[in-house]
């Protein structure tokens, strides 16, 4: 390019170093959480805060303040500390069911009971002050968490039904997993509060289940 060109086209050199600089693309702002997000992130964060110190160490501001919400967002979601370590349980055991067909884990209903109470026992032992926060909710549910209660409690025994019956559970099914649920209840009880131990607590679940298992398999539904 000669002197001439540049005099000619002063602007053009000007326009490529004067030209503003191109602003950066903001980032996109994070997803707002939609009520089921909220309401995962919550019982999760309920089950840490439960694991880590037990029944005691679950506070409404904790839980809220591990969630990543405010304490008022937790509330309209959950109104007690009850209902929401009673609502946890009832997602966990759904969990349970989910990932795997416990009604496939045998050819008896003893058979496959017992891997299911195996693998529970693993876990309740494994996480003790998770075993407490669990267990003291269910005793300290009242009339104000009655719904969630109830839920807990159909989930945990549609469990037990379909592990007992197979892919058709029979009609003596579902009374007996009610009943095998009240065991569980009870001893669990009774080791968090220190009257009994975990081995004998294990035992006495063991036994008391094969007892009624043993009995189911003499009776028919016209017995």
């Known amino acids: 390019m000669t002197a001439t060109d540049t005099e000619a086209h002063p602007t053009r050199q000007q ?20 009520p089921t997000r909220h309401r995962e992130a919550i019982l999760d964060a309920a089950l840490t805060v439960a694991a880590a110190g ?9 839980v809220a303040d591990r969630a990543g919400i405010a304490v008022g967002t937790l509330y309209r979601y959950f109104p ?50 998770l075993t407490d926060a669990m267990t003291r909710a269910f005793v300290a549910a009242d009339s104000t968490t009655a719904a969630a209660l109830d839920e807990a409690a159909a989930v945990i025994q549609r469990l037990l039904a379909h592990t007992l019956g197979g892919d058709t559970p029979g009609p003596l099914d579902q009374p007996v997993a009610e009943l095998l649920a009240d065991i569980w209840l009870a001893n669990l009880t009774a080791f968090i509060g220190r009257r009994a131990s975990a081995a004998q607590t294990r035992d006495r679940i063991d036994r008391a289940s094969r007892r009624i298992v043993d009995r189911l398999a003499t009776l028919t539904p016209d017995s």
Not at 15 to 34: F, G, L, M
Not at 89 to 113: S, V
């Open 80 to 129: 007690s500390k009850t209902h929401l370590l009673v609502s946890a349980l009832a997602r966990e055991f759904g969990r349970l069911q989910a990932a795997q067909d416990w009604a496939a884990t045998g050819t008896t209903p003893q058979q496959r009971l017992d891997r299911l109470t195996g693998y529970l026992h693993e876990h309740w032992q494994r996480d003790i002050h």
């Open 54 to 62: 037990g029944y005691e160490a679950v506070r409404m501001r904790t």
């Open 15 to 34: 326009s490529q170093s004067d030209s503003p600089p191109v602003a950066p693309h903001p980032s996109a702002p994070p997803r707002p959480r939609t």
